[in-house]
């Protein structure tokens, strides 16, 4: 039974929470059952809820969002237990990799180096107080932990190799073709911190998805697969593999949260379909189409004359043939047709759905037994 209480509970008002005072007695309603003051999992919203407080996290709603959070769990991984000392050793010499491999390397490097921050930065500023459900806001919590550790890769790898921090980490203002892709996903950060955006209305929800296809669709979605193929390509060649390995571990992430983020997109769609128009569904592949282009001309800033195996075309057919797998996981037409040229990937995706596939894992997690206090 779906009980409205405004009377009973802490409030979600805007991000501001309202302690307000209990009823005094306990109602007796009209078919002889006792309003307890309880909540039931129907009256959960996505966004906009003001009959749930954020806070009850049980009883659960929408399973799905508990599912992504465990299986979040189960991957738990740190960067730091994936030996470096091979590839320290390939960095170093002269031989095992030419300039135009580094280089494909370093774009990679600085694209996710910073790519990871913006994901991780929109989730606590921009998504999270207006996603209005406490099992959603749960997995938004572990997700934005394993931005976090995505991070901590970049780092531990710029200090593992010796690289030049302040050209990876510049690279999302110095290099044209991440900082346009990266342009595009701040902008929509942008939106929703302006101090008078609100979910409500027509409008408000209608920037909210475009927010969320904005950075699970597109950014996580399209704008990190070429990197995942260029920097997976070396791993096939037994180069760089502990790069390549925490590149597995990153791209298993990314398809929870990709997964997660499209259960979000299309609950938001039937919990309030009046926003879902079709001037807006054109609106929505008109971004997906120039994310595409925007991901082809990054993939050819890495590739200016190709490596053994890939080369700035075949990247052509590979991003509109991703995107085309994005656009209809939300109920949108395929725009392209196109095969995908790297039919490997998906072998390493599904090898990344297994759960004990760690290569070279050289740490165990510390159990409360070998915790010492003093
Ligand atoms: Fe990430
Ligand atoms: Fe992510």
């Known amino acids: ?29 009209h078919d002889g059952q006792v309003d307890t003051g309880r909540i039931d999992a129907d009256s959960k919203r996505l966004i906009n809820c003001a009959q749930v407080d954020v806070n009850q996290l049980m009883p659960i709603k929408y399973k799905w969002a508990w599912e992504h959070y465990l299986n979040g769990c189960a991957n738990h991984w740190m960067p730091t237990e994936v030996p470096m000392t091979k590839d ?40 999270f107080q207006h996603v209005t459900n406490a099992e959603c806001r749960q997995y938004l919590l572990r997700q934005a932990f394993e931005e976090a550790i995505h991070s901590h890769t970049f780092l531990y790898v710029v200090e593992s190799l010796g690289l030049a921090e302040g050209e990876v980490f510049n690279m999302y203002h110095e290099i044209p073709s991440i900082a346009a892709k990266d342009k595009f996903e701040m902008d929509l950060t942008s939106e929703i911190l302006d101090p008078n955006f609100t979910t409500e209305g027509f409008a408000g929800a209608q920037t909210f998805l475009k927010n969320l296809i904005g950075y699970y669709i597109i950014m996580e979605g399209i704008f990190f697969y070429s990197g995942f193929v260029m920097v997976l390509s070396f791993h096939r060649r037994n180069l760089m593999t502990g790069i390549g390995e925490q590149f597995q571990y990153i791209l298993r992430d990314e398809t929870i949260h990709l997964n ?8 938001i769609k039937a919990e309030n379909p009046e926003v879902w128009t079709a001037e807006f569904q054109q609106e929505m592949i008109n971004r997906i189409k120039r994310s595409v282009e925007l991901e082809i001309a990054y993939a050819q800033d890495c590739l200016p004359r190709g490596i053994l195996g890939l080369n700035g ?33 998906s072998e390493t995706m599904d090898l990344s759905k297994e759960k004990n596939f760690f290569e070279t894992r050289v740490t165990e997690y510390q159990s409360s037994g070998a915790l010492s206090w003093d």
């Open 313 to 345: 075309d075949l990247f052509v057919d590979y991003v509109q043939h991703v995107a085309d797998r994005r656009l209809e996981r939300i109920g949108l037409p395929t725009q392209y047709g196109s095969k995908n040229p790297f039919p490997w990937m």
């Open 88 to 127: 320290i050793e390939t960095w170093r010499s002269q031989e095992k990799l030419t300039p135009d491999e580094r280089l494909v390397i370093m774009r990679n490097l600085g694209f996710f180096a910073t790519a990871e921050s913006l994901v991780a930065n929109n989730i606590v500023l921009a998504i």
């Open 260 to 267: 997660f983020g499209i259960d979000l997109i299309n609950g």
């Open 1 to 29: 039974m779906s009980t409205s209480h405004s009377d009973t509970q802490l409030l979600n008002v805007g991000d501001t929470m309202v302690v307000s005072s209990p009823p005094a007695a306990v109602p007796d309603l």
